[in-house]
């Protein structure tokens, strides 16, 4: 038995910690037949299970072990490839082979757990000591697509662990506003459990299915699991993206005409399409992160050609000033001893209302106005944070009906 200062007894917490797992090995008993199912850890030395479900008396609990080599999931391990037998001793590979007499069974599934990053985590297996009708390309399916939703699952913990490591570490650095701690905590309550409700609601209503063998239900249920935990994986990714942006970056001298002209071609197809006009004035030199700078514009452009006017011509104006001191004093609370620039980039679009002009900047911000639902809401929160690691403001002014002005004020070189 797996002890807690085990290095796997996190793998195993972390199955654990997986709302539709038990679901999951319920769904697989109750729909194929199969009297033990169970979610495996498995390595070169070692085979333990994380989450079972046992009906057949089979006497193995979450954190058991089993001898590795005496596993066919050893066998996966190697070749990456499930193994489906319906009767064993009529099978030419595994009639013979030692696992199947030690264990009992005649009929076994299993199939590997594989990581976003080509690691092999485990397996997701099921045994009976009868024979099954497995070889169906329904309960196959089903497998493979329950393994991938673990999978997702797995990689979307560990997201979430780097990204609250990533937000410990920059609080720490006193890096993190309250802007942002107001904003991690609104995420961590309603927009993170928004995919996890609906896991929850598909999860049961795939359990009912499954008791009424409601098998193409089951399968739609499915599919809408695999896509909330999709949509979970992709947030947590974005926060933490997000949480590890800061400013410790190397700087280095940035010609902001150049990253502008970059940043155009690489949206060109989208700008030819919708025969958008672009006007670019002379821009500055900033010491800043080549990187950061490169984001903050694409995102900025990006989402100008998004909501470009269509009634009108489609235009995207991008101007520069270099801002008066007593401009610099009204703006900034604390301005550094240097001249400041003015960035404008503006489009003739629908704009957005006053009151949401600060609610753009937010991660994950959906506006009543739907002019932002096509994006992943998180785009314009990047560009805050990139302002604010160069010790500037980023602001947006809107005029609705007729368009929406970003103005971003960074620090000159000396």
């Known amino acids: 038995m797996v002890q807690p200062d085990d290095f796997l007894f996190a793998d195993v917490e972390k199955v654990n910690q997986i709302p539709i797992v038990k679901t999951v090995l319920e769904v697989i008993c109750r729909s194929t037949g199969m009297g033990f199912a169970a979610v495996a850890r498995v390595t070169e030395e070692r085979w333990i299970a994380c989450s079972v479900q046992d009906e057949i008396g089979f006497g193995l609990k979450p954190g058991g072990e ?42 076994y599934i299993s199939l590997p757990i594989t990581l976003k990053s080509g690691e092999f985590f485990g397996t997701l297996c099921a045994i009976d000591p009868r024979p099954n009708q497995l070889q169906n390309p329904r309960v196959i399916g089903m497998f493979h697509l329950f393994a991938e939703l673990l999978a997702f699952h797995l990689d979307s913990l560990s997201l979430m662990e780097r990204t609250r490591t990533a937000m410990h570490d920059l609080a720490a650095q006193l890096l993190v506003s309250d ?96 025969n ?71 489009d003739n679009g629908m704009g957005i209302e006053d009151s949401q002009l600060e609610k753009v900047f937010d991660i994950f911000a959906r506006l009543p106005t739907g002019s932002f639902r096509q994006g992943e809401g998180v785009g314009l929160a990047y560009c805050r944070k990139i302002v604010r690691n160069h010790k500037g403001i980023i602001k947006a002014e809107a005029n609705p009906g007729k368009g929406t002005t970003f103005v971003i004020t960074l620090p000159l070189p000396y």
């Open 276 to 346: 958008i006009i672009v006007e670019t004035e002379r821009l500055p030199t900033v010491v800043a992160v080549p990187e950061q700078m490169e984001q903050l514009f694409f995102q900025l452009l990006d989402n100008a050609v998004k909501f470009a006017g269509h009634e009108n011509p489609p235009r995207i104006r991008i101007s520069s000033r270099e801002l008066a001191l007593h401009e610099i004093d009204d703006l900034l609370p604390e301005p550094l001893q240097m001249a400041y620039a003015e960035i404008r980039v503006e």
């Open 179 to 274: 802007d942002e701690n107001r904003q991690y905590r609104h995420i961590s309550s309603h927009n993170l459990q928004e995919p996890l409700r609906k896991l929850r609601v598909f999860s049961d209503m795939l359990v009912n299915a499954t008791d009424r063998y409601e098998a193409e239900k089951a399968r739609e249920l499915a599919v809408k699991i695999r896509s909330s935990a999709q949509q979970f994986s992709m947030m947590i990714k974005d926060l933490s993206d997000f949480s590890g942006l800061n400013g410790n970056n190397a700087f280095a001298s940035v010609q902001l005409d150049h990253v502008v002209a970059d940043v155009t071609t690489q949206l060109m197809s989208q700008i030819e399409r919708r």
């Open 66 to 107: 089993l001898e590795i080599g005496t596993t066919i999931c050893n066998e996966i391990r190697d070749s990456g490839q499930a193994v489906v037998i319906d009767h064993v001793d009529e099978n030419e590979i595994y009639s013979g082979h030692p696992t199947p007499r030690m264990y009992g069974f005649k009929s």
